[in-house]
Each structure stands twice: as C-alpha cells, then as structure tokens.
C-alpha cells in the first residue's frame, strides 16, 4: 500500500472539496429518481437521469491513439476540481471531483501524464487506487476503470472512479453487488453477466494487486476469444485477445472485471440504446437518460436481465474464481 501523504483524511478531503465546488458551481450533480429492482434475485439501483443526456462525450474515447490528447481532457488541468496530487513526494496521480457527479462525491483518480484508458493498467495505478480505497472510512468506497469502446469509457485519459458507498443510497445499507458476488452466496449463481473475481487480502502488496488483474484480465481474454470462436452473435465486434474492452471493479476486499461486448444495452421492440453500461454494473447500479426507458424497466425487472445479458458474455463462459 502507497502513503498517499494527505494533509487530513481522505474523506473530509474529498467532502470539504465538494462542498467547495457545488457552491461554486463548477460541478453539477444531476437530479435523479431512483427504483429499487431485483435481478436474479439481487437488487439493482435503477435511475432516471435526463440531465445527463447533455454531458460533453470525448471524442478520443473510442480511439487507440488520441486525435488529440489535449481536446476535451478534464484531467489536464483541473485546478477547478483537483483534491489533491498523490503521493506527497512525486505524484503520479490526481484526485479530481467529478463533474457531472449522479451520487454525491464521486471522485476520479487519473494520471497526471497523458497515459491511455485502453492500455493495461500498471501496479502503480492499482496501487494508488487500492491506497485510496484503504483510507477511506468504514463506510467503504466502490472503486471502477472502463477500458475499450464496449466498455462505456468517456474519456480517453486514464483514470479509475470511485463512489462512496453510502452516497449511493444514504441511510438504505446499501452493499455493492461486487460484494455480495464475493461472498458467493447461493442466490448470486444465476446473476447472467459473465465475470470474474477474485479476493483481496487485508494489506494487500501492489505485485498481489497486479497479478491478481492480470489473472483475471487472462480469464477473460480467453472467456472472449472462446465466445467468438464459437460462433457469437457479435462477430463484428470481435476485438483482438490483446485489446478486450472490459469493467474492473475494486472495493477493499474484492477485485472483478467484466469482459464486455458492447457498450449498450438495447430491448426487443425499442429502437436505439436503452442503457449506456460502465463499471457501476457490479456497483448494482444502473442509469436510464428516457422517461419511456424508465417507465419500462422499473416496472420489469426480466428486461433489465435481457439487457445484462446483451452486454457482456453469458455467464456460463465464467471458470471458478481466482486466487
């Protein structure tokens, strides 16, 4: 674990940081309504958030290599939004607000150079990430990194998010998904989204954080490979065993990653997307931006299972857990 040499503790940073900016206004936190659903018998957050469909889209994102690493880059320079940069001697990372937050305190991770979302993540981010989720209080962070055009990556610079975990529904006990999954309770073995997980000790070394990834980066790159040899339906979509687009997860205790296949979600009889899906899928928590798609899946729970299943590999492309 890193020390991150923080002058107060991570989270009275982080709040005081976003008291700072909403007065401010240089962030806006979107206005939500939110139902409560059960997907194979686990629940999921279901939010409606029009606001959003305003948000400014990177057009680096989907590229390997940026048109331009400056356009449109947040994390270039966000005196605005900065917390702070970690660790204290030769930082290598930033901690920046979000700025279109849906859960209250929503902060980002990013790398201080211009370094690519879609290359493998290197120890010292694992590292510097687990470090924050490590210093924050009881209550626990849920910590995620999109990489790949399927993936619902936003921005083209390198950056993992995170959500306290009791902003998401404050005062409800809310556990991220990743959580129950770990556990490996009887009711978690017909969750239809293939993935990967694997534990993480109490005081976890970075070489431990980043054999873990790569292991579970593995299954999943095989897990991908095997789907389109056998005849997937999204042959177009194939992308290369080295360059999958996937979710990772993290929360003190666990580590998941998610391959995926494409980046939205879409029902039978509904033209054009319903969900844009990131990482917040083993957050259990999902964002509808129409008032119809709201309507629809808030009502009916076995549509928000058929759009799982669209976007990532079927769950019985999962081994056993790693390490």
């Not at 940073?13 to 936190?29: D, F, G, P």
């Not at 880059?73 to 990372?93: G, I, M, N, T, W």
């Not at 954080?209 to 005849?231: F, T």
């Not at 360059?243 to 997860?249: D, E, F, G, H, W």
Request: aromatic share 6%; with cysteine.
């Amino acid at each position: 674990m890193i020390d991150l040499g923080l002058p107060e503790p991570l989270p009275t940073l982080i709040e005081k940081k976003y008291v700072e900016a909403e007065a401010e206004k240089t962030l806006v936190l979107a206005a939500t309504q939110l139902a409560i659903l059960k997907v194979a018998g686990l629940p999921f957050q279901l939010r409606y958030c029009p606001a959003l469909s305003n948000k400014p889209i990177d057009d680096n994102k989907h590229h390997s290599k940026p048109k331009d690493p400056n356009k449109l880059d947040p994390f270039k320079d966000p005196r605005d939004l900065l917390v702070a940069q970690v660790p204290l001697h030769r930082p290598s990372h930033s901690i920046v607000l979000n700025k279109y937050p849906v859960i209250p305190q929503h902060f980002i991770l990013a790398t201080k150079e211009y370094k690519e979302q879609t290359d493998l993540l290197e120890q010292d981010d694992l590292a510097t990430a687990y470090s924050c989720l490590k210093a924050w209080d009881s209550s626990g962070l849920f910590a995620f990194f999109n990489s790949g055009p399927h993936s619902g990556a936003s921005q083209g610079h390198r950056h993992i998010q995170f959500l306290p975990i009791q902003q998401m529904e404050p005062g409800s006990g809310w556990r991220p998904l990743i959580e129950i999954l770990n556990e490996g309770q009887n009711d978690t073995q017909d969750f239809p989204l293939c993935h990967f997980l694997a534990s993480i000790e109490t005081m976890a070394q970075p070489s431990d954080l980043m054999r873990k990834y790569l292991s579970l980066y593995n299954h999943a790159s095989i897990a991908m490979s095997e789907y389109h040899s056998e005849g997937g339906r999204d042959r177009e979509q194939s992308l290369s065993q080295d360059n999958i687009s996937y979710n990772l997860v993290m929360t003190s205790k666990a580590m998941a990653l998610c391959p995926r296949r494409s980046e939205v979600g879409s029902l039978p009889g509904r033209r054009g997307p319903v969900l844009t899906l990131n990482g917040t899928i083993l957050a259990g928590t999902l964002m509808v931006r129409q008032e119809e798609d709201w309507d629809r899946l808030r009502y009916n729970a076995d549509d928000l299972a058929i759009i799982l299943e669209s976007v990532g590999l079927p769950a019985h492309s999962r081994p056993e857990r790693d390490g």
